[in-house]
Structures are given as structure tokens and as C-alpha cells.
């Protein structure tokens, strides 16, 4: 059965493309001066989404190390550790590192790119191995740009429902 449209309860609503709301509620993270309740990014994204929609989204940024959140009295707060270019990178590294012949899938990868981004990705992997080579001389390290979390959170069994721990009167608000 077809979700309906709120202003027009004949017509079905616009289905989003996938990955598009994650896109939606990072880039609203990503405007805040500071960490934000699901509630600022609920009426952020226009407030046609259930709180609960939101909490599911923001829990599972955080489970792909795309957000952080910290505790603030009984409710979370919370804030991007990634931008959307690393989310979908990270997306990429996933589904890549799922296949078992990685060379075949990059290679397939590549062979498919379009002149001017095969042009990117050669300028992009030619600056990469000269940070390499100028890394490996000092002794630095390099990071490969993954979006990671600062630490801040752990996996302390956050409920992917409601966003808490489960501890009796939490509320995300």
C-alpha cells in the first residue's frame, strides 16, 4: 500500500531515493554552531518526519561513525563527525570490502567511469602517493580520509528504536 502525500491524501507520496534522508539529516547536523537534539533536526528537516524517524536515521549515522552523541541531562545531543562526501566514501569502502575479488570490482568500477572522473580519481590517487611518499619519509602518519568517530562514543547498546540505553524515563528530549 502507497504511503499517502500529507496535503493531498489522494496522492502517494514522493518515495526518497536511498541514502537521501541520511544525506538530509547529516547536512542539517552539519549547519548547527553546536551539538542538537533529534527534535532541532526534526523541525531543521521541516518537521513532516516522525521523531522517531529521525532518532532511527541519527542512530544509524552513528553506527556508520557518520555522527557523535553525547549525553545532555536525559536527553542526547548530537553532532556530525563526517561530511556527506565521507558517508557516501564510507558506503563505497563497505560494499567494496563485502566482495571477495576486490580487484575484479575496482576494476569494473573504473572501467565504468566517465572520462572526466577517471581523470579525478587519477589526479586524486597521483596527489595520494606523493603524501604517501613524503609521509613514509617522516615518519608520519597518513590518514586514508574515513569518516571515525573522536572516541567521544561508544557501543554502550543504544536501542536503534528510540536511541536510548534503555535506562528507565530515558527520552531522547
Known amino acids: 500500500m502507497a504511503q499517502r502525500n500529507r496535503e493531498d491524501p489522494h496522492r502517494p507520496s514522493r518515495r526518497r531515493g536511498q541514502g537521501e534522508l541520511e544525506s538530509q539529516v547529516l547536512g542539517a547536523l552539519r549547519e548547527a554552531e553546536a551539538p542538537v537534539t533529534a527534535a532541532w533536526v526534526q523541525e531543521r528537516l521541516g518537521g513532516d518526519l516522525a521523531y522517531t524517524t529521525v532518532v532511527t536515521i541519527l542512530t544509524r549515522l ?17 553532532r556530525p563527525t563526517a561530511d556527506v562526501a565521507g558517508l557516501a566514501a564510507l558506503k563505497m569502502r563497505r560494499l567494496l570490502d563485502g566482495e571477495s575479488d576486490r580487484e575484479a570490482v575496482l576494476a569494473s568500477f573504473v572501467t565504468a ?11 586524486l590517487l597521483e596527489t595520494a602517493h606523493a603524501t604517501d611518499g613524503a609521509a613514509a619519509s617522516d615518519g608520519s602518519d597518513v590518514s586514508d580520509g574515513a569518516a571515525a568517530s573522536d572516541g567521544a562514543d561508544t557501543e554502550d547498546g543504544a536501542d536503534v528504536a528510540d536511541g536510548t540505553d534503555g535506562a528507565p524515563g530515558d527520552t531522547e528530549d
Open 62 to 78: 552513528l553506527a556508520k561513525d557518520a555522527v557523535a552523541r553525547e549525553r545532555r541531562g536525559r536527553s542526547f545531543v548530537w
Open 113 to 123: 567511469l566517465p572520462p572526466d572522473d577517471e581523470q579525478v580519481l587519477r589526479a
